[in-house]
């Protein structure tokens, strides 16, 4: 898998190896991630999902191939809201992988998908729905879409957080984000690039407006307010291309990053895959493995 080093040997005595570590791990990428799309991929060694398809099926073939990933391992796609950034490329994934669709009734009629098989799976709120031994949970965000969500996928006791397209951080994402090893987190404008910028006024007032985007300056301080001492990777997501700078994103972020691993996400390439293990595993400890040391996995 690219980038994905083997863990230093001290780790393995004992009897551990690696393959431990990879069934107790979860695996991440942002095959895209910005206006103009969206797809995030997080699985573990046998089964994976996608959260929203908004590049085509054949980019996201593409990326997945050069990523050593394989389309064989996705089992499900979860659609976070009816924005064309997050569906565009839904129809031609789902007729060649024939894959079930979790989306809402108003994402389905507001997103105008109809589907000539029932691929579609309906969800509520909070519930946690099975994908293998995937557990992904929907909760409500603040976006100016229909019935916009927001999900975290879990496996074993590690937890990743996909928190894009987010007007305010609610109590809702504040909880989840708490209990994230890993979190996909919009950091989508800068505050002086877009009062500078020539966007118009109304616009300007749709993304700060509470049920737009999250700055730069929300999510950090989501970050240093809430970050659990667990988390080992941030992937600043969602990034505007008019209104911020992927170097902004990284400078600031990683001035507090207290050990975490600050990934920027491009409007358009895939990230490598991140390799997210539960520094809360005993075994670990057992080691006495400093945060620090986690990089390795990357
Ligand atoms: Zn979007
Ligand atoms: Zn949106």
């Given at each position: 898998?690219?980038?994905?080093a083997?863990?230093?040997?001290?780790?393995?005595?004992?009897?551990l190896?690696?393959?431990?570590?990879?069934?107790?791990s979860?695996?991440?990428?942002?095959?895209n991630s910005?206006s103009?799309?969206?797809?995030?991929?997080?699985?573990?060694?046998?089964?994976?999902?996608?959260v929203?398809?908004?590049?085509?099926?054949?980019?996201?073939?593409?990326?997945m191939?050069?990523?050593?990933?394989?389309?064989?391992?996705?089992?499900?796609?979860?659609?976070?809201?009816?924005?064309?950034?997050?569906?565009?490329g839904?129809?031609?994934l789902?007729?060649?992988?024939?894959l079930?669709?979790?989306i809402?009734?108003?994402?389905?009629?507001?997103?105008?998908?109809?589907?000539?098989t029932?691929?579609?799976?309906?969800?509520t709120?909070?519930?946690?729905?099975?994908?293998?031994?995937l557990?992904?949970?929907?909760?409500?965000?603040?976006?100016?879409?229909?019935?916009?969500?927001?999900?975290?996928?879990?496996?074993?006791d590690?937890?990743v957080?996909?928190?894009?397209?987010?007007?305010l951080?609610?109590?809702?994402?504040?909880?989840?984000?708490?209990?994230?090893?890993?979190?996909?987190?919009?950091?989508?404008?800068?505050?002086?690039?877009?009062?500078?910028?020539?966007?118009?006024?109304?616009?300007?007032?749709r993304?700060?407006?509470?049920?737009?985007h999250?700055?730069?300056?929300?999510?950090?301080?989501?970050?240093?307010?809430?970050?659990?001492?667990?988390?080992?990777?941030?992937?600043?997501?969602?990034?505007?291309?008019n209104?911020?700078?992927?170097?902004l994103?990284?400078?600031?972020?990683?001035?507090?990053a207290?050990?975490?691993k600050?990934?920027?996400?491009?409007?358009?390439?895939?990230?490598?895959?991140?390799?997210?293990?539960?520094?809360?595993?005993?075994?670990?400890?057992?080691?006495?493995?400093?945060?620090?040391?986690?990089?390795?996995?990357v």
């Amino acid at each position: 898998m690219k980038n994905f080093a083997k863990p230093p040997k001290l780790l393995f005595n004992n009897s551990l190896n690696f393959s431990f570590f990879a069934r107790m791990s979860l695996f991440v990428s942002s095959l895209n991630s910005g206006s103009n799309g969206n797809c995030y991929y997080i699985g573990n060694e046998n089964e994976a999902v996608l959260v929203d398809v908004g590049i085509s099926c054949r980019e996201i073939e593409r990326r997945m191939k050069r990523l050593d990933l394989s389309m064989q391992k996705i089992k499900a796609v979860f659609i976070s809201h009816e924005h064309t950034d997050h569906i565009r490329g839904l129809h031609s994934l789902v007729k060649k992988y024939s894959l079930p669709v979790y989306i809402t009734t108003p994402t389905l009629k507001f997103g105008r998908l109809y589907f000539k098989t029932d691929v579609t799976r309906n969800f509520t709120p909070h519930e946690t729905i099975s994908v293998g031994n995937l557990k992904i949970t929907a909760f409500p965000k603040l976006h100016d879409a229909s019935d916009p969500y927001s999900f975290t996928i879990s496996y074993n006791d590690i937890r990743v957080g996909v928190f894009t397209d987010i007007g305010l951080p609610c109590e809702n994402l504040i909880n989840h984000f708490k209990q994230c090893h890993a979190a996909f987190l919009e950091a989508n404008y800068d505050d002086e690039m877009l009062d500078k910028g020539n966007y118009p006024f109304h616009l300007k007032r749709r993304i700060k407006g509470g049920k737009g985007h999250l700055s730069n300056k929300q999510a950090l301080d989501l970050f240093k307010r809430h970050r659990p001492s667990f988390m080992t990777h941030l992937i600043l997501s969602h990034l505007s291309q008019n209104n911020n700078c992927p170097k902004l994103v990284e400078e600031l972020f990683t001035q507090h990053a207290e050990g975490v691993k600050m990934i920027v996400a491009s409007r358009h390439e895939e990230t490598p895959v991140y390799h997210i293990t539960s520094t809360s595993n005993p075994l670990i400890h057992h080691h006495s493995v400093q945060p620090a040391q986690m990089e390795l996995f990357v």
